[in-house]
């Protein structure tokens, strides 16, 4: 019973395209996360929500779209994708502030 | 601005040897400061928290504010303890958790 699923695992697309990556978590956490991870390794965060309250938008371009319809899910939508948004994206949860847990990754490949 | 410095991008120790992965920060207050790790093939996942001051796996870590440090130590690694390890900052009441570049830390037989 996975506590912070992502759909899709990998997902290999043109640039231009719009692709959505989908998370829920089913440990009630109020807090929802998404980070960017790069091909060095680098986390970096991009969005965080508190039941379903934008809280963090950290200066991720207009083209990156997040929707929480309840305080379950955290949804990325990506518009007109470009190379360089190639990278793996994790969702994660927190109820502790800080003690994050995170789901296993969406390796998006941008060609 | 807050951020979390890992200087290390790898190290190699040999089992059974001391291990230090090292963290240091820059934080205007009181820091909240975690150690995550993520194995191969597996999910990045809490380690341990400085205000737990608890032991996990064998890992210790010590928040030191006057050097604004928070270096992860094991005293005698393991194989399996070879993996990716994070340094990460609360910051922002707890809605923005600030990762360091992370260590891959790689124990020889």
């Known amino acids: 019973d996975t506590a912070v699923s992502q759909t899709p695992k990998y997902l290999v697309t043109q640039m231009g395209n719009d692709k959505s990556i989908k998370c829920e978590q089913n440990?009630?956490?109020?807090?929802m996360y998404w980070y960017k991870q790069d091909s060095k390794k680098f986390l970096k965060i991009m969005f965080s929500?508190?039941?379903?309250?934008?809280?963090i938008n950290e200066t991720v371009p207009n083209r990156f779209s997040p929707k929480s319809p309840d305080k379950a899910h955290l949804n990325l939508h990506i518009n007109s994708l470009e190379l360089g948004d190639s990278a793996v994206y994790f969702c994660a949860s927190s109820q502790n502030l800080g003690v994050l847990t995170f789901g296993a990754g969406s390796r998006l490949t941008v060609l | 601005a807050q951020r979390v410095t890992q200087p290390e991008k790898l190290l190699s120790v040999f089992k059974g040897a001391p291990v230090e992965l090292k963290c240091n920060y820059s934080?205007?207050?009181?820091?909240?400061l975690f150690w995550y790790v993520q194995y191969s093939r597996q999910r990045l996942q809490l380690l341990l928290r400085?205000?737990s001051r608890e032991s996990i796996k064998g890992f210790t870590a010590d928040l030191n504010k006057g050097e604004t440090s928070f270096h992860l130590k094991k005293p005698f690694a393991q194989e399996e303890d070879s993996a990716m390890y994070y340094c990460?900052?609360?910051?922002?009441?707890?809605?923005?958790?600030?990762f360091g570049a992370g260590t891959r830390l790689f124990v020889k037989a």
């Open positions: 929500y508190n039941n379903k309250e934008l809280i």
């Open positions: 400085h205000i």
């Open positions: 440990l009630g956490h109020d807090t």
């Open positions: 990460a900052l609360n910051d922002t009441g707890g809605f923005k958790t600030i």
């Open positions: 934080y205007s207050g009181s820091p909240e």
